[in-house]
């Protein structure tokens, strides 16, 4: 049987065509190495079904997420790892950037630990140290910390 | 041109062999059904409690769905329902396929995580399958609309060329194969003595990273041709394995190879099947049936 409406199909796999290079262009932006195109946050929210950024960059740290809560004695650690040991693929939840990064998300965590009884307030730490190659062990030397914030419990 | 001759157009969506569709459609159910084999040991993620505050994200999904056990595992259980229907074929393929496909979604949404390339390759892939004729059997005898295929090929060549540009223009480390190397020991990707051994062999890294990029970047370039599409596709299937090996990166590689069948050139694909046929008739007539 001869293909329905060939014309119009041929247009819609253009216009696809035309939708991941699109994507593609904002994808570099994420990147840093483009100029931001206009209307940048709604082409974004538009081409995110279309973006394929996979072990693109160059990740050379190992990275963590240190929390800890004040209580009547002070600052303490907290296992976030024990706490919140749930994840759908690789590593936990909380370690995804895309999760930590975020404000809301942040302060729905520590909405969390003000849970634990006596807490006055949770803080957020990023820890970051090298990768060493070809090693087993991977000694934390030259470690980093960025504070990524603190709340107060209510 | 004589009127009664086909133009262009017409004769690019000429009916061609659509055994690939068939053999994708099976080889698609198994990746999924792998897929879903992993998810039962995350099921709990998608209850609302204890790790209630992974869906407190902007959607704030959990504070007013909550799913509990019960639900959570019907979801999973309706995935695997779905799987069987696709698997079976004929009218359940297209209904088992979506089923699968919106029980996936949902405990994905429970879970209020990011949702990564493999799980937006997923939604491709069952539009692209939805447009196929998969629901049709006995096509490794017969013939379909190529509009299906064309649709997954733009896909793939997406998939594949931007990754592959975004490597060999804006990172000048998979050039000499540090990032490779980096990503090797990842602490949740990676890990294991094979690859912590591989990202302390410079070359070694080198030489996967510059093969990585000629396949990604050549892909789109080169399947179309007839003689080249079965040996990109084999370079396609080497480097899923590959990463597969080194590296846990979730469901995109064997998603990714099921419906190479379909992105084989037709008339390529119809030889090797009729040589697979000749030498084993009795296992080709079971599998024509599918």
């Known amino acids: 049987m001869p293909e329905r409406l060939p014309g119009?199909?041929?247009?819609?796999?253009?216009?696809?065509?035309?939708?991941?290079?699109?994507?593609?262009?904002?994808?570099?932006?994420?990147?840093?190495?483009?100029?931001?195109?206009?209307?940048?946050?709604?082409?974004?929210?538009?081409?995110?079904?279309?973006?394929?950024?996979?072990?693109?960059?160059?990740?050379?740290?190992?990275?963590?997420?240190?929390?800890?809560?004040?209580?009547?004695?002070?600052?303490?650690?907290?296992?976030?790892?024990?706490?919140?040991?749930?994840?759908?693929?690789?590593?936990?939840?909380?370690?995804?950037?895309?999760?930590?990064?975020?404000?809301k998300r942040l302060a729905a965590l520590a909405a969390d630990l003000c849970r634990i009884p006596g807490t006055q307030a949770a803080r957020f730490t990023e820890v970051r140290w090298p990768k060493t190659l070809g090693k087993e062990t991977q000694p934390r030397t030259g470690e980093s910390r960025t504070s990524l914030g603190s709340f107060g419990c209510r | 041109m004589s009127m009664t001759e086909p133009g262009v157009v017409e004769a690019l969506f000429r009916p061609r062999w659509g055994g690939g569709w068939t053999l994708a459609r099976v080889a698609f159910a198994l990746a999924a059904f792998d897929c879903q084999l992993d998810r039962w040991w995350h099921v709990r993620d998608a209850l609302a409690s204890p790790n209630v505050v992974f869906n407190s994200g902007p959607a704030h999904v959990a504070e007013r769905v909550l799913v509990g056990g019960p639900a959570a595992w019907g979801l999973w259980g309706l995935g695997v329902v779905g799987i069987g229907g696709l698997l079976y074929g004929g009218r359940f393929?297209?209904?088992?396929?979506?089923?699968?496909?919106?029980?996936?979604?949902?405990?994905?949404?429970?879970?209020?995580?990011?949702?990564?390339?493999?799980?937006?390759?997923?939604?491709?892939?069952?539009?692209?399958?939805?447009?196929?004729?998969?629901?049709?059997?006995?096509?490794?005898?017969?013939?379909?609309?190529?509009?299906?295929?064309?649709?997954?090929?733009?896909?793939?060549?997406?998939?594949?060329?931007?990754?592959?540009?975004?490597?060999?223009?804006?990172?000048?480390?998979?050039?000499?194969?540090?990032?490779?190397?980096?990503?090797?020991?990842?602490?949740?990707?990676?890990?294991?003595?094979?690859?912590?051994?591989?990202?302390?062999q410079p070359l070694l890294c080198a030489v996967a990273s510059w093969t990585t990029i000629a396949f990604e970047v050549g892909f789109s370039f080169l399947v179309g041709f007839r003689r080249l599409s079965a040996w990109v596709l084999a370079a396609g299937i080497g480097m899923h394995l590959s990463i597969d090996v080194l590296m846990e990166v979730g469901p995109l590689g064997v998603m990714a190879m099921s419906l190479y069948p379909?992105?084989?050139?037709?008339?390529?694909?119809?030889?090797l099947w009729m040589r697979v046929a000749a030498r084993w008739p009795g296992v080709a007539r079971r599998v024509e049936s599918w």
Not at chain 1, 65 to 93: F, K, N, T
Not at chain 2, 264 to 271: H, I, Q, S, T, V
């Open chain 1, 8 to 103: 119009l199909k041929l247009f819609l796999l253009a216009a696809l065509a035309f939708y991941f290079l699109l994507s593609y262009r904002v994808a570099l932006t994420t990147l840093g190495v483009a100029q931001l195109p206009k209307g940048l946050p709604a082409l974004q929210g538009v081409t995110w079904l279309g973006r394929w950024k996979m072990f693109t960059d160059l990740r050379d740290e190992h990275w963590d997420v240190v929390a800890e809560v004040q209580g009547a004695s002070g600052w303490a650690g907290i296992d976030l790892a024990a706490r919140y040991p749930l994840h759908w693929d690789e590593g936990p939840g909380y370690l995804r950037d895309d999760y930590y990064e975020n404000p």
């Open chain 2, 93 to 200: 393929a297209k209904p088992g396929l979506w089923v699968w496909v919106l029980a996936y979604a949902a405990l994905l949404a429970t879970c209020g995580l990011n949702v990564r390339v493999p799980e937006r390759f997923i939604v491709w892939a069952v539009v692209g399958l939805s447009l196929g004729p998969i629901g049709v059997r006995g096509l490794l005898t017969g013939r379909a609309s190529p509009f299906g295929r064309y649709f997954l090929l733009v896909v793939y060549g997406s998939l594949y060329l931007s990754t592959g540009m975004m490597k060999a223009l804006e990172e000048g480390a998979w050039w000499d194969g540090t990032a490779l190397a980096y990503d090797l020991m990842d602490r949740w990707h990676a890990g294991g003595w094979f690859p912590t051994w591989l990202s302390g």
């Open chain 2, 262 to 271: 379909v992105l084989l050139d037709p008339e390529a694909g119809r030889r």
